[in-house]
């Protein structure tokens, strides 16, 4: 299957931020996800949009924070990530939901089958 790709990383100080990117032109219909995984953590789900509907889901520790977005056309979501903090040091990735429709709850691991390879985010003090 076509991976997916994640662009955008990279090194911000505190309170910096980083807007990632995820090409998904050809998921136009689907749940879009956005996980990262710290060091010596397990993967968690940050963030999620259904690209129909527009629809958006954020874990408690990103709310204001950081906003999914998509573009017009639906070729590309978006992680606009603001006031960053070391904490949000993590490998992030994109995913898709291959069904069609809306996300379910949007943040749990199992419910995305294509994922991204990651990028790097580092957010120093």
């Known amino acids: 299957q076509a991976q997916l790709k994640e662009s955008g990383g990279g090194s911000v100080q505190n309170g910096g931020s980083l807007t990632l990117s995820c090409e998904v032109y050809?998921?136009?219909?689907?749940?879009i996800g956005w996980f990262r995984r710290a060091l010596g953590k397990e993967r968690e789900g940050v963030a999620s949009?259904?690209?129909?509907?527009?629809?958006?889901r954020y874990h408690d520790s990103v709310k204001g924070r950081f906003t999914a977005s998509q573009d017009s056309d639906k070729n590309f979501v978006y992680l606009h990530m603001n006031e960053l903090k070391p904490e949000d040091t993590a490998i992030y990735y994109c995913?898709?939901?291959?069904?069609?429709?809306?996300?379910?709850?949007?943040?749990?691991?199992?419910?995305?089958?294509?994922w991204g390879q990651g990028t790097q985010v580092t957010v120093s003090s």
């Open positions: 949009i259904s690209a129909s509907s527009g629809t958006t």
């Open positions: 050809r998921y136009k219909n689907n749940c």
């Open positions: 995913a898709v939901d291959l069904r069609p429709g809306d996300c379910y709850s949007g943040l749990l691991e199992y419910e995305y089958n294509l």
